[in-house]
């Protein structure tokens, strides 16, 4: 089975400095994809970076970046020059590659960010 | 664009009591899935309607039940309600298409309160 771990709980940052997010996953598939989605108090869940498994280059969104270490199994979220409306729950997620069936996504607890001012 | 909607926004049920949740998907999806989040936790899954039927299913008992119509929209339904169904419900739609996994996008919630 595959589990996906957030070991930070909360975090804070202040505003447009940096901040890393952590998050591990295990399982014994090659073929996989990774996310993080942000989920503001608002509650909208909305998705802020995703990244294939096969490919070894990081993905990058404006501010956000991961760094994905496949061996590792660990997939951390960078958020550079935070602002104050990246205060929100953080969660990664991962789902297997069915070759084009979406797969269920698998969700860590998250990771509650505020950024202050 | 319409995004992914869900209704209604909240919900307040007693104990024994059914419920039905609905969602319509992102413009040009026909896949629809469904999360349950406890509070404080991240969203599970329950399961996921492709072509009208249940393709996967998460762990969750037949009280949980769906439906997807030809529109591609979708309802849960939930029977002999819990306190422990007390969550935020929701939905996520995405494009079923060759190779290419596809995006999941969430809509709003619905948030269930059971009483």
């Known amino acids: 089975a595959q589990t996906v771990t957030q070991s930070q709980p909360e975090m804070s940052v202040q505003e447009a400095e940096t901040v890393t997010l952590s998050c591990t996953y295990d399982?014994?598939?090659?073929?996989?994809?990774l996310f993080w989605y942000k989920q503001p108090p608002s509650r909208q869940m909305i998705l802020v970076i995703r990244q294939e498994a096969y490919k070894q280059q990081n993905a990058t969104e404006n501010r956000f970046s991961v760094n994905f270490q496949k061996a590792a199994k660990s997939f951390s979220l960078k958020i550079s020059d935070s602002q104050l409306g990246d205060t929100a729950m953080y969660f990664c997620a991962f789902t297997l590659d069915y070759g084009g069936s979406q797969g269920n996504l698998i969700f860590g607890k998250g990771t509650k960010l505020s950024v202050k001012p | 664009d319409a995004g992914v909607t869900q209704s209604p926004t909240h919900l307040i049920k007693t104990r024994g009591q059914q419920v039905t949740l609905r969602c319509s998907p992102k413009?040009?999806?026909?896949?629809v899935s469904w999360y349950q989040q406890a509070l404080g936790q991240g969203p599970q899954f329950i399961f996921q309607y492709y072509e009208e039927e249940e393709r996967q299913r998460g762990n969750f008992p037949d009280r949980f039940s769906g439906h997807q119509f030809p529109n591609y929209s979708s309802e849960l339904n939930v029977n002999a309600l819990l306190l422990g169904d007390s969550a935020l419900y929701l939905c996520?739609?995405?494009?079923?298409?060759?190779?290419?996994?596809?995006?999941?996008?969430f809509g709003p919630g619905t948030r269930l309160l059971v009483l």
């Open positions: 996520a739609s995405s494009l079923a298409q060759g190779l290419i996994q596809e995006t999941q996008y």
């Open positions: 413009s040009g999806h026909d896949t």
């Open positions: 399982t014994s598939e090659n073929n996989y994809y």
